[in-house]
């Protein structure tokens, strides 16, 4: 920032009535100079989600099919298998990461 426009924004600042009185040219070198101190940087990268927002939940439909067994022995087995959520008391739903860990041991 110069020293032209930190006086600018100091006198604005001390007297707000002066926003009036501004030229375009320095309407718009205010404007920027603000928008970059408020906005944040384009280069800043988003935080990651937790693991347990990146994680997706199945419904015991979509868990069949992906592990290739009927509901009905997913319910059965709910409570053995490691990558089951329990959200409600009638709510069940799985872990795709947990199911595909779970998988993977189960093979070698």
Do not use: N
């Not at 008391?89 to 795709?96: A, E, G, I, M, N």
């Amino acid at each position: 920032m110069s020293a032209e426009l930190g006086d600018l924004l100091r006198a604005l600042l001390a007297d707000p009535a002066k926003l009036e009185t501004l030229t375009p040219e320095q309407h718009q070198a205010v404007v920027v100079s603000l928008r970059a101190a408020v906005a944040p940087p384009a280069e800043a990268a988003p935080a990651a989600a937790p693991a347990w927002a990146r994680d997706d939940l199945l419904t015991v439909e979509e868990a069949a099919a992906t592990l290739r067994v009927s509901p009905r022995w997913l319910y059965r087995h709910a409570k053995t298998l490691p990558f089951t959520r329990k959200l409600s008391p009638k709510v069940l739903r799985f872990s795709r990461t947990g199911m595909v860990r779970w998988l993977a041991s189960r093979r070698t």
